[in-house]
């Protein structure tokens, strides 16, 4: 299913992390765990695939779905189960042993091992924990089974007609629709010159893990690039490993490949200048290793976290190695860019990487300023050795506030300095008083931690750069930006006055072309327009050939921005709350004991959703941001409804209307989703100790929420089924499918009529 990039490696072990290993949540409102196990891989994994999993045959595998009244599954290609991996290791963390996780996916103990630690900290996101689930085994359904089979197919095609889960636009179709190059494309040439160069972003489809292996694969096909540029952007990014795209002086095996790869950065690089781009490399280096490689070559051992210890950059084999690679790659591909790094990530690297620096003999004594900046200055030491123009930014993310400003002093000229703009911003949200930490849209930049560092920089001769979400953060990341454009547009502005040399226009989320790129182009020209607004119109005339669209576009992406600065932000809510999951997460009639993920799996743990909130106030300010968005979208599909279509000189500026108003309506539909699941889990709570009138409100309320949800999932299943883009984020690839939503109903409708009867008569 999955093309791996695992190497021959003597660290792969065999045994799989479990932590506390729990017991899984239950899916009462199917029969057994195979009927939820079918449901959740319908429209994911083919049914031969599904069917060996559970020891029986295909055509029993769809029966399963036929009495559940699921139309036929889709056609299932491999590109697609090459990007789902992550979508069906989410979805079945509950329900398989790893032993048919593996044989789900096809994939070898190592590879799942590697993912789960590699893969954007995907272990992390499962919740540091795999629950013991016993082996799944087909057996033919008992009576019980099969009344409840014709519940369901009743409740489905009651909601959502005959065809339940049969796609108007296959999962992923938005790839090929951004790989098709734009019918207009400009010249790079003709754009005029930008105060901020570069403005680069990630990759709104690329895998995580080793993008330069598979050419077929690539982040950035010719037609996505052309639609990048033409939405503002002259730059990407992608993930780098030293050890893949140069030979490891300790272990040859794990740079296995490593010439393919520079073959395909030389082509990635080559496509891109074609389109004005520059490509950038993400460094985190140099990385950590296990400790049997440590223990064999001492001299290199660092700070110890766990099995793995960190390379000290205070050895000499440790700097000439990150000194060679770089210039080999820099000379292998002259017309890169730029490499920018962190040094202070969640990933081990330097011993100062994890502030435990302390621990170690050699960089203890010399503190993290210097160890960090030494970092920095080694690579670019090495690209200069190449004689290449490639660029180095060096990233604050991580850094101590009280050694920040010393390693930004101790960094060589060349090096540029990067900063999240809008970090420890102060915000008040709902009366609560708060800070802004990064990924976010919401909260209106510069910060003052940006500025300090950015006046350091400047007194010291270094260029400076702000890193922004200009598409879409963790407060909302299931659709392709974020249309609060007017909140961007004024980011942007600010930025204008601060001296800045180029724009980070996000990390691994937000790489959609997008009216969002689009105003911080505008916002950069040197002749740009003064206000918001003129930028705004700016935009929408570059979207829609309608004048009744632009006027429309405008004035719902200034009521959405004016919405979106309600939101209760809070770094503990923007990682925990189902702010990505949104009608698609269940409800559970009894509290599940499990502790929200990051940017993973909510459960039900409301405390770790509102953060510093109080519920009530979280809920509320939510609502408030919904509110905004449905109301962007009826102003959408008021005054575009005005229009003339059919003297549209293109007829794209109808489809891209259509575009803007599923985008509003499902954001809307996520911020009030959350308002009405922390709703019913107090309300959940609080009846377990309510009696008389009290317990009759609250059983009122609960089922009242639960038809609002039951709404809300039926309105963004029928806009998925129709639009690829919705819920889905590349390192978290698809957070729900159509079936999820499905299943949310049957879920609601399920604690109406068999949860807990007794109150249901109340």
């Known amino acids: 299913m999955f093309t791996s990039f695992i190497v021959a490696c003597t660290f792969c072990a065999s045994a799989l992390p479990v932590g506390s290993a729990p017991a899984p949540v239950d899916v009462p409102h199917f029969p057994d765990k195979v009927h939820a196990f079918v449901w959740r891989n319908w429209q994911l994994v083919p049914a031969e695939r599904m069917a060996g999993v559970l020891g029986t045959g295909p055509a029993e595998v769809l029966q399963l779905g036929e009495v559940m009244g699921l139309a036929p599954p889709p056609a299932i290609t491999a590109d697609q189960q090459r990007r789902s991996y992550i979508t069906v290791i989410r979805r079945n963390w509950h329900l398989l042993p790893y032993e048919q996780l593996l044989q789900l996916l096809g994939w070898t103990a190592a590879e799942m091992e590697f993912t789960l630690q590699e893969d954007d900290f995907l272990y992390v996101k499962l919740g540091l924990l795999k629950p013991k689930c016993p082996p799944l085994k087909f057996a033919p359904p008992d009576e019980a089974a099969c009344a409840r089979e014709a519940e369901i197919k009743n409740i489905v095609r009651q909601t959502l007609g005959d065809q339940v889960g049969q796609l108007q636009e296959p999962l992923f179709d938005f790839v090929r629709q951004l790989s098709t190059p734009p019918d207009k494309i400009e010249a790079a040439a003709s754009e005029?010159?930008?105060?901020?160069?570069?403005?680069?972003?990630?990759?709104?489809?690329?895998?995580?893990?080793?993008?330069?292996?598979?050419?077929?694969?690539?982040?950035?096909?010719?037609?996505?690039?052309?639609?990048?540029?033409?939405?503002?952007?002259?730059?990407v990014w992608l993930q780098a490993v030293l050890f893949k795209l140069h030979p490891f002086p300790w272990d040859a095996t794990l740079s296995i490949g490593h010439d393919k790869r520079l073959d395909n950065l030389r082509d990635l690089v080559a496509r891109a200048r074609q389109y004005g781009i520059g490509v950038y490399l993400y460094l985190n280096e140099p990385r950590s290793m296990p400790l049997e490689f440590v223990e064999a070559h001492p001299k290199l051992r660092g700070v110890t976290e766990g099995e793995r210890a960190a390379l000290c950059t205070s050895a000499p084999e440790v700097q000439h190695y990150i000194r060679d690679a770089v210039t080999a790659i820099c000379q292998a591909v002259p017309d890169l860019a730029g490499f920018f790094t962190i040094t202070g990530s969640e990933n081990l690297t330097n011993c100062w990487s994890h502030g435990q620096g302390g621990n170690c003999p050699h960089c203890g004594p010399r503190g993290a300023a210097t160890v960090v900046a030494e970092v920095n200055a080694i690579i670019q030491q090495g690209i200069d050795a190449s004689g290449a123009a490639t660029r180095l930014i060096a990233w604050d993310w991580g850094w101590g506030d009280d050694w920040a400003p010393e390693a930004i002093r101790a960094l060589p000229p060349k090096v540029s300095l990067m900063s999240v703009s809008e970090w420890s911003l102060p915000i008040t949200r709902g009366g609560v008083e708060s800070t802004i930490g990064e990924y976010s849209i919401s909260a209106i930049g510069p910060g003052p931690r940006a500025r300090k560092h950015w006046q350091v920089a400047r007194e010291h001769g270094l260029k400076t750069l702000a890193k922004i979400q200009a598409g879409n953060t963790w407060e909302l990341s299931a659709v392709p930006y974020i249309p609060a454009v007017a909140r961007v547009a004024q980011h942007a502005l600010?930025?204008?006055?601060?001296?800045?040399?180029?724009?980070?226009?996000?990390?691994?989320?937000?790489?959609?072309?997008?009216?969002?790129?689009?105003?911080?182009?505008?916002?950069?020209?040197?002749?740009?327009?003064?206000?918001?607004?003129?930028?705004?119109?700016?935009?929408?005339?570059?979207?829609?050939?309608?004048?009744?669209?632009?006027?429309?576009?405008?004035?719902?992406?200034?009521?959405?921005?004016?919405?979106?600065?309600?939101?209760?932000?809070?770094?503990?809510?923007?990682?925990?709350?189902?702010?990505?999951?949104?009608?698609?997460?269940?409800?559970?009639?009894?509290?599940?004991?499990?502790?929200?993920?990051?940017?993973?799996?909510?459960?039900?743990?409301?405390?770790?959703?509102?953060?510093?909130?109080?519920?009530?106030?979280?809920?509320?300010?939510?609502?408030?941001?919904?509110?905004?968005?449905?109301?962007?979208?009826?102003?959408l599909e008021d005054l575009s409804d005005q229009s003339d279509r059919s003297d549209l000189p293109d007829p794209s500026s109808a489809t891209a209307i259509e575009s803007e108003i599923r985008i509003a309506r499902t954001a809307a539909a996520h911020f009030q989703s959350v308002a009405n699941q922390v709703r019913f889990t107090l309300a959940r709570n609080a009846l377990a100790q309510a009696a008389g009138a009290e317990r009759g409100k609250l059983l009122q309320e609960i089922s009242t929420l639960l038809d609002a949800e039951v709404r809300l999932a039926k309105e963004l299943y029928e806009i998925q089924i129709q639009d690829s883009r919705m819920g889905f984020e590349a390192s978290n690839q698809y957070f729900y499918v159509p079936l999820d939503l499905a299943e949310k109903i049957i879920n609601c409708e399920y604690l109406k009529t068999h949860w807990r009867p007794e109150q249901a008569t109340e």
């Not at 509110?627 to 102003?635: K, L, N, S, Y």
């Open 192 to 235: 005029q010159q930008n105060l901020f160069d570069p403005r680069y972003c990630s990759s709104y489809f690329a895998l995580y893990g080793d993008p330069l292996l598979d050419r077929d694969a690539t982040p950035y096909p010719d037609g996505y690039l052309a639609r990048l540029a033409q939405a503002g952007a002259n730059g």
């Open 494 to 635: 600010n930025l204008r006055g601060e001296q800045l040399d180029g724009i980070m226009l996000g990390w691994t989320l937000g790489g959609y072309p997008s009216p969002n790129l689009e105003v911080v182009k505008l916002a950069g020209l040197q002749e740009a327009a003064g206000s918001v607004e003129e930028i705004l119109q700016q935009a929408a005339a570059q979207l829609f050939d309608d004048p009744a669209h632009q006027k429309a576009a405008v004035q719902a992406w200034q009521r959405m921005s004016e919405a979106f600065g309600e939101f209760p932000y809070n770094g503990g809510t923007v990682y925990s709350a189902p702010l990505q999951a949104g009608p698609s997460n269940l409800l559970w009639g009894e509290p599940t004991g499990y502790h929200a993920s990051m940017v993973g799996i909510p459960y039900d743990d409301v405390d770790a959703w509102r953060s510093i909130y109080p519920a009530e106030v979280f809920a509320a300010q939510l609502e408030k941001v919904a509110a905004g968005f449905r109301e962007g979208a009826e102003i």
